[in-house]
């Protein structure tokens, strides 16, 4: 049997050199591809709210959406960790509740823990998790949760001075690694070096310890702009549509099924 990685292994990686790689899934067969091509972390991420429920808002998915995916995740991952995105109302909306909701990840879903994004209660509300030992992975720079704005976060001085203390904020709260989204590099560097445990870039550049990205939008699974900072790694959109021209065109002129799909 696979042995999965623990978080400890994982978050000493920084100590290490070597870089991290997570990725996002919302669901088990997606799930088992990225385990068996070696992530490190797999998130089931709120943003499947956008790329696999066609909403709008990342808002709109609540806490018994996140449940399911969640548990279908874990279901297909044997060596990677699972961190599950906190929904907004979770621990934003529903405060006083946040320990019991992110629980649930770890105890009916199997996650290994949770992640938060950055708000006004951020820290009372890590607080509370890690002292009810909860592992929290942090989230700042671009929180889409919160945001009026889908740009480039911290690049006047006092609002990048601001993301560099949330991110120590979050490291002395207990947070075992901090997501560092849409920042300029220089930033994602300097929070990247002042911090004892690792950050995790998406859109802030090369100097993070790790990197995300939303797996639809890598393989080109999606129907909606990508931003800047994503590479597309396959147009798997485009085979999917050929493939399934194929099949219709074979039913269309009676070529499928042939005779040895067919039973006797
Ligand atoms: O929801 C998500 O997919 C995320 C990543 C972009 C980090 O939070």
């Known amino acids: 049997m696979v042995q999965r990685q623990t978080i400890s292994e994982v978050v000493s ?16 067969p997606m799930a088992v591809l990225l385990d068996r091509a070696g992530v490190d972390i ?4 709120d943003s499947l709210a956008n790329v696999a429920l066609g909403l709008e808002s990342t808002t709109q998915i609540g806490m018994e959406g996140m449940l399911h995916h969640a548990k279908a995740v874990v ?23 946040a320990v019991f909701h992110a629980r649930r990840f770890l105890f009916e879903a199997g996650c290994q823990g949770i992640k938060v ?40 001085e006092a609002q990048a001075k601001k993301i560099l203390s949330q991110a120590r904020a979050l490291e002395a709260a207990g947070c075992f690694a901090v997501v560092l989204e849409c920042i300029p590099q220089d930033l994602a560097h300097q929070v990247t070096e002042s911090l004892n ?36 790694y396959g147009n798997l959109g485009q085979i999917i549509v050929e493939t399934v021209r194929k099949y219709k065109d074979d039913v269309g002129q009676g070529l499928f099924p042939a005779d040895s799909e067919t039973f006797h």
Not at 15 to 27: N, W
Not at 42 to 45: A, E, F
Not at 197 to 222: F, K, R, S, W, Y
């Open 42 to 45: 797999v998130l089931v991420g």
């Open 13 to 28: 990686k920084k100590q290490r050199g070597e870089r991290i790689v997570m990725l996002t899934a919302y669901d088990y």
């Open 75 to 97: 279901r297909g991952v044997d060596q990677a960790i699972v961190i599950a995105d906190m929904p907004f109302e979770a621990y934003q909306v529903d405060r006083q509740n």
């Open 117 to 156: 994004e950055w708000f006004s209660g951020c820290l009372e509300v890590v607080g509370d998790l890690r002292a009810a030992s909860i592992p929290v992975m942090g989230h700042v720079g671009l929180t889409p949760q919160t945001a009026t704005d889908m740009k480039v976060q911290g690049r006047e």
């Open 197 to 232: 445990i690792p950050t995790i870039g998406i859109g802030a550049g090369p100097h993070c310890d790790g990197q995300v990205l939303v797996t639809n939008d890598m393989l080109g699974l999606n129907d909606r702009k990508v931003p800047k900072f994503v590479r597309q």
